[in-house]
Nanobody, 129 residues
Framework: QVQLVESGGGSVQAGGSLRLSCAGSGATISSNSMAWFRQAPGKEREGVAAIRAGGLSTYYADSVKGRFTISQDYDKNTLYLQMNDLKPEDSAIYYC??????????????????????WGHGTHVAVSS
């Protein structure tokens, strides 16, 4: 059973950068597709980025395209989300997720939290203007 632990959140000013980490244990993270979601107060959980098992393909929501980069370090069994040019609307709790049986081409039609069975507890990102 894979376990995920996020870290790297914090408070930054608009235009700043953060790198989130998601350390995996109990399973090799590259063996399954993984994703980052975020949830702001009063809003639904939103999928922002995903990486295909083996790292051959990535997906980004339009709201973060060109600013966020998802990547993996297989030696460290860790997923990352590099976030640049942060905006106040990026403020949220960020979660990493894995354990999906959905085919990649279906997964990225619209990232849905219901397609993932393993989650971390989240890390908070606050961006001030």
């Amino acid at each position: 059973q894979v376990q995920l632990v996020e870290s790297g959140g914090g408070s930054v000013q608009a235009g700043g950068s953060l790198r989130l980490s998601c350390a995996g244990s109990g399973a090799t993270i590259s063996s399954n597709s993984m994703a980052w979601f975020r949830q702001a107060p009063g809003k639904e959980r939103e999928g922002v980025a995903a990486i295909r098992a083996g790292g051959l393909s990535t997906y980004y929501a339009d709201s973060v395209k060109g600013r966020f980069t998802i990547s993996q370090d297989y030696d460290k069994n860790t997923l990352y989300l590099q976030m640049n040019d942060l905006k106040p609307e990026d403020s949220a709790i960020y979660y990493c997720a894995t354990r999906t049986r959905r085919a990649w081409w279906l997964l990225v039609q619209r990232l849905n939290e219901g397609d993932f069975g393993a989650w971390g507890h989240g890390t908070h990102v606050a961006v001030s203007s």
